[in-house]
């Protein structure tokens, strides 16, 4: 089972002593287009003009121009989702963004606005044909093979991560013990990039205590205060799950009448994570090579009693919001703001690859030789991920995109997709 995503969310530890660094809204979230589902709204394409004109942000990656044929198994890529997840992609580009210098590079809008305007026009669809859509892309945008700074072209580690499935009720109870929280109303988040402009994205978390801000409640003091427990959205029935849909950062729970529900990630209590199967070899209990979640799961019931110390072992905690499941076949939103589409998301390093870009990813499929290639958009972010062509891929949701996720250590290459005559990939 893969860490990646809760160490994409535990970036930095709360700090004390911040008083003259601005506090900014609890969820740390961008509150403005980017928290809606856009998704469920039509395309809306704005004219050049009056889209703005804003600063550059630079990039550290180099970028090869090449043609389709350079792109290994390009001609054999099924397309499916592809155009639900490209018209997202363009809701997501044409938005008015608030943030600044303290989001994610993304992707220069203007650069995009007459493809987009060009989807918008084209009369495809989601049961367009594969070549249809194909011949669309090929058209309009232009691979430029992703390079290291030294301009070396770049390979790097594919990860994968996915959207589990708990078992939930509204109340505790019965086998209900294991709650998972919103937002606590004391916890603060707060900017340094308001600050210090060279930390531009980075936050800590932490609490008032009279005059000071100090870090904010470890897992640990959460579980023994009930005092300092926030309000449960939903109590899941097994606390391994509970504990790995907070990994992933977010998750769907099915209630006793049959109802679904997501979990988003809405903020975290700033501790960093610390790995329970390590707690676990550190006792004794199992070697760290045996420690997956189903062994983990069997120790939790066999050692009823130590549950809650193998979870204390690990100070981070995840916040979430309660959304509605609109879309089968959509995931969570990315740092991006979109859904994520199944098998057509990656989490990139926005430094090289700016939130919002397609790119044409070749790796292999999880522990085999087979390849997997495909277009997929980076909408989403991590603190793991870092580098030229690093990606994280979400393989959706439930068990076996679970199983997928967490056998996915392979090796990568990345081309980005970017309208033909804007030059280069660009960030805003």
């Avoid at 809204?25 to 703005?52: E, F, R, W, Y």
């Avoid at 990656?61 to 992609?89: H, Q, R, T």
């Avoid at 290291?148 to 499935?165: F, I, M």
């Avoid at 209590?269 to 069997?298: F, T, V």
Wanted: hydrophobic share 40%.
């Amino acid at each position: 089972m893969s860490i990646v995503r809760f160490i994409a969310l535990a970036t930095i530890t709360a700090v004390a002593g911040c008083s003259t660094v601005s506090v900014t809204d609890p969820s740390g979230k961008d509150t403005g287009a980017a928290d809606k589902d856009i998704s469920l709204q039509p395309l809306k394409v704005p004219d050049l003009s009056s889209l703005p004109q804003t600063a550059e942000r630079p990039l550290q990656g180099k970028y090869i121009p090449v043609s389709f044929s350079a792109l290994p198994g390009w001609s054999e890529d099924p397309m499916d989702n592809v155009w639900k997840a490209f018209i997202n992609n363009c809701k997501g580009l044409m938005r008015p963004i608030s943030g600044g210098m303290n989001m994610p590079a993304r992707a220069n809008p203007r650069a995009w606005q007459p493809v987009c305007a060009a989807a918008q026009q084209s009369g495809l669809s989601e049961s367009s044909s594969a070549d249809s859509i194909r011949q669309f892309i090929e058209s309009n945008l232009q691979p430029w093979r992703l390079a290291d700074s030294a301009g070396k072209p770049a390979k790097n580690t594919v990860t994968g991560y996915y959207e589990p499935l708990v078992h939930a009720s509204r109340s505790a109870g019965g086998n209900y013990q294991w709650p998972l929280y919103e937002v606590p109303s004391d916890l603060l988040t707060i900017d340094l990039g308001s600050l210090y402009p060279e930390l531009a994205g980075k936050r800590v978390r932490g609490k008032l205590e009279g005059n000071k801000v100090v870090p904010y409640d470890t897992r640990k003091q959460i579980a023994e205060s009930e005092s300092r427990q926030p309000p449960a959205i939903v109590w899941v029935d097994d606390p391994v799950e509970a504990f790995f849909l907070q990994i992933q950062g977010s998750g769907r729970a099915q209630l006793p009448n049959g109802s679904m529900l997501r979990l988003a990630y809405a903020d975290h209590n700033g501790h960093p994570y610390k790995s329970i199967a390590q707690w676990l070899a550190d006792q004794g209990q199992m070697n760290l090579g045996q420690a997956s979640m189903q062994n983990i799961k069997q120790w939790a019931r066999n050692n009823p009693s130590r549950v809650q110390e193998m979870l204390n072992a690990n100070p981070a905690m995840v916040f979430f919001k309660e959304e509605a499941v609109t879309d089968e076949d959509l995931g969570p939103k990315g740092a991006y703001g979109i859904p994520l589409a199944q098998k057509r998301a990656i989490a990139a390093d926005p430094q090289f690859t700016p939130l919002g870009t397609p790119v044409y990813l070749a790796t292999t499929w999880p522990a085999e030789n087979k390849p997997l290639r495909r277009l997929v958009f980076a909408q989403d972010t991590g603190a793991a991920i870092k580098g030229a062509a690093r990606a994280d891929f979400f393989w959706g949701f439930g068990p076996e995109a679970g199983a997928l996720a967490g056998r996915m250590k392979q090796a990568g290459e990345m081309w980005l997709l970017w309208p033909k005559g804007a030059g280069a990939p660009s960030a805003r």
